[in-house]
């Protein structure tokens, strides 16, 4: 059974660090683009950054662009965010998300929509505040 697990969520101060991890069990990592996404209350799901499967092809959206990197080991079944100078405006539930259905630089179009993923973790909390 594929099962996506999240954790490294937190409170942390604004300009403070965060690394979000997502482990996957049940299933080939190799074979799946994976995806970060977050909700904030009263707010839609939205994209943040999604990786191919070997890696070589990375989407970041323009909010945490230049601020957060995604990075994964498809042999220790990992997937990271590395989310640096945190804001007030991060503040969120992430989610990792799994997708057997887009191919590598396709990533670059269809990363950051949610209807491409069919399996997703139940989310941890970042909080950004002073």
């Known amino acids: 059974q594929l099962r996506l697990v999240e954790s490294g969520g937190g409170l942390v101060q604004p300009g403070g660090s965060l690394r979000l991890s997502c482990a996957a069990s049940?299933?080939?990592?190799?074979?799946?683009?994976i995806g970060w996404f977050r909700q904030a209350p009263g707010q839609e799901r939205e994209g943040v950054s999604s990786?191919?499967?070997?890696?070589?092809?990375?989407i970041y959206s323009d909010s945490v662009k230049g601020r957060f990197t995604i990075s994964r080991d498809n042999a220790k079944k990992m997937v990271w965010l590395q989310m640096n100078n945190l804001k007030a405006e991060d503040t969120g539930v992430y989610y990792c998300?799994?997708?057997?259905?887009?191919?590598?630089?396709?990533?670059?179009?269809?990363?950051?929509?949610?209807?491409?993923?069919?399996?997703w973790g139940q989310g941890t909390q970042v909080t950004v505040s002073s």
């Open positions: 990786i191919s499967t070997n890696g070589d092809y990375t």
């Open positions: 049940g299933f080939t990592l190799e074979y799946y683009a």
């Open positions: 998300a799994a997708s057997n259905r887009i191919y590598e630089d396709r990533v670059l179009v269809r990363g950051l929509g949610h209807i491409s993923y069919d399996w």
